[in-house]
């Protein structure tokens, strides 16, 4: 398997504009979380789901922040509108629900809004 | 709600002597998982060693190993023989079991390795 994998790996974008990036989960994992990593709060919790379906979003920071599931392979985060102190390193990370193993993460996108 | 805390913000040790990484969290579950995870300059998050809470012996894997105290919510990593190649910054992790999954993060510890 390849692992998780995030795209884009870098994105700068300017102010204003709406930012997607993207998160292939581990093929067979149930669980996924979206973190965002900033030197100030460390590694926050945005949201996460379980086979599909968003269980707690109340890390998400604003209406600005949006996630979806649509199917077992593809998760995306949105910024729209984007501002500059959205700018971290977002990881996306699978596990399996059944308990015992570790979350896997890819690679992170670092996000530059200017 | 469960939260985690890391009180060392920076750690140094000398290479080939051991060193310890604190840990607590805040949790009313009884069963749950905690991991410690290493973050090294090229931002790959990797899983170091793992301990379930309903198992009372503490986890080892080479040279790292856990001190796992259930009733104090305390869980530090001891890094024996230091090698170059530890230095990282180090997550501990929590990993609910009976609310969801929900698995959240200390702030991180920056271990430097001195040669």
């Known amino acids: 398997d390849a692992g998780v994998i995030q795209s884009p790996r870098h994105e700068v974008t300017e102010m204003g504009q709406e930012v997607t990036l993207r998160c292939k989960p581990i093929s067979g994992h149930n669980s996924l979380f979206w973190y965002r990593q900033t030197m100030m709060r460390g590694l926050e919790l945005l949201i996460y789901?379980?086979?599909?379906?968003?269980?707690?979003d109340s890390g998400m920071p604003e209406d600005r922040f949006s996630a979806k599931m649509p199917n077992a392979s593809f998760s995306t985060l949105k910024i729209q509108p984007s501002e500059p102190r959205d700018s971290a390193v977002y990881f996306c990370?699978?596990?399996?629900?059944?308990?015992?193993?570790?979350?896997?993460f890819g690679q992170g996108t670092r996000l530059t809004v200017v | 709600a469960q939260t985690v805390t890391q009180s060392q913000p920076e750690m140094s040790v000398q290479e080939a002597e051991t060193v310890t990484l604190s840990c607590t969290y805040d949790t009313s579950e009884s069963d749950y998982y905690l991991f410690w995870y290493k973050q090294p300059p090229s931002r790959q998050m990797i899983l170091v060693i793992r301990q379930e809470a309903y198992k009372q012996q503490n986890a080892t894997e080479n040279r790292f190993s856990v001190n796992f105290q259930k009733a104090a919510k305390s869980f530090s990593l001891k890094i024996s023989d230091s090698q170059l190649g530890d230095a990282a910054m180090y997550f501990c992790?929590?990993?609910?079991?009976?609310?969801?999954?929900?698995?959240?993060f200390g702030a991180g510890t920056i271990l430097r390795v001195k040669s």
């Open positions: 992790a929590y990993r609910s079991r009976e609310y969801g999954n929900k698995l959240v």
């Open positions: 990370a699978s596990t399996d629900l059944g308990g015992g193993a570790e979350a896997f």
């Open positions: 789901f379980n086979n599909n379906v968003p269980i707690d």
